[in-house]
Each structure stands twice: as structure tokens, then as C-alpha cells.
């Protein structure tokens, strides 16, 4: 069996018998209220999962700690991955004081909140799809305290929301891996020209310069900082981040 913990939620994604690997989990984590089977991979411009509930309370809603912040969640409604943790350190390592942040993909707002936590910056956190916005307000007002610098929740479609922040960005981060090839005009129109473009990607292996020349076609001169491949999301392909400084001119 292979599962991950979210919260008080346990989430099989593997598993041969679920109820009984359901029982086994419960046995060996007493925080553990709840087992939830994935039933259906990632899908829909909102990547949200398809989950049963196969044991203990039945109860998808959870408060999942992440380095010292607490963030609400519920997996059957909106994207939530507690395993990039790392991934979040180092994109947070780029952002200086004082700089503007443009999350154009932030879900329930983990990587905008943990930049604000760390560095005095302001961070607009775009977020399409309604319920993931909602926990993305409350996870804003849970970390209140914590905030060195600011988070600014804009519920809308990032490709029209980056035209009244045109200009704005020292960074834009492009968290949408399937789909932010397609954001790339929309992210020039809010970069600061020489700004940082963090921009993920799902590729084949075999094709691992693809995101830095798609970034090429659309900017006129790129320098790549760090290009990283993340994990394995298939036997064919993975998930990769390219951090780029960009001219826009
Ligand atoms: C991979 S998740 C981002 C996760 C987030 N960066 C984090 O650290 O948890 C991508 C998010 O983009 C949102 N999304 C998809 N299309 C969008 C659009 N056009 N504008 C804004 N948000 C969008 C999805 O609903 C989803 O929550």
C-alpha cells in the first residue's frame, strides 16, 4: 500500500485490499480519523482529486501543519499536496524583502502564504476556483500572526487578473503544470521586466528543456537560476520547475 497524511485524513493511493489497509493505518496512527481511497487521478483546470471515504469519520475537511503554519483543506474540493514542502523552501529562497510576488495558480494559498510567513513581501494569490479560494482566505486569516509580509487573495482567471497588475511582479510563480504553457503571454503582462519567472511543468523525460524553451518563445532574453526536476509523476514523465529571470523588452 502507499498513502500520505493530510491533517487527520489518510489518503490511500495504492492499494490491493483498502479496507484492510485502511484498518492497518488507523492501527498505526492514533491522529488518524479518517481514510479516504483515490478513486480518480488530478483533473479539471482545479486538479482536484477524486476520493471515498472507506473508514472512520466521514469528515474531508482538515487542519494540515506545514512548517509552523496551519492551513484548512479539504482534498475533494480543492488542490492540496503536502509532499512539496521542500519545493516551497526553495522558491521561497529567492523572494528578497520588499519584493512583489504574483502566485497566478495559489489553490488554498500554501507556497503565497509561506512566502509572506518568511519575507516582508506582498504576494498576490490568484485563485480560480471558488472553494479553493474560500480556504485560501481562511488559511490567510489562520496564519494572520505569522505574516511577516502581506497575502492579497484575488478570486478570478489569472489570464484576465494579471492586467490590473501589470508590471507588478519581481517574481511570477506559474504553478499550474499541465496548463502554464498557456499563461506564459498572460505572466509577460504582469512580469517586471528583468523579474524572476518561476514556471512548473509536467514533461517527458526525455524532453527536460522544453519548459526553458517554451519560456523562449515568449520572452526575449532568458537566464536560467535553477532548473529542477521535482519527482516522477508517471513512468514516461515528470514534474519539473524552471526559475528564470526574464526580459520583457
Ligand atoms: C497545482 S494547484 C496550485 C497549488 C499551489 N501553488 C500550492 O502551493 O498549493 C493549481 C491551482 O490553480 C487553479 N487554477 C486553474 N486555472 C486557473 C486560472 N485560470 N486562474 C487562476 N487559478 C487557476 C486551480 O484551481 C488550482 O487550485
Redesign the pocket.
Known sequence: MRYYIIGHIAILNVSEDPERDAKEILRRHKNVRTVLLKVGELSG???VGKYEIISGEPITETIHVEHGLRFLVDPTK????PA?EHE?SLVCSFVNDGEVVI??????G??SIRIAAEKRAKVYA????KE?YRYLLENVKLNAKRLKGEVIPIYG???KVVYSLRDEGDHVIM???RFSRYFLPDAAVCIKDRGLLHYYRIVERRDTKRPIIEISQVFPRVEVLQERKIRGVSPSKILMRVSARVRVL
Open positions: 483546470e482545479y486538479r480543492a488542490y492540496f499536496n512539496l516551497r502566485d497566478m495558480f495559489a489553490g488554498v500554501t507556497l490568484i485563485e480560480k476556483n479553493a482567471d489569472a489570464s504553478d499550474l503544470p
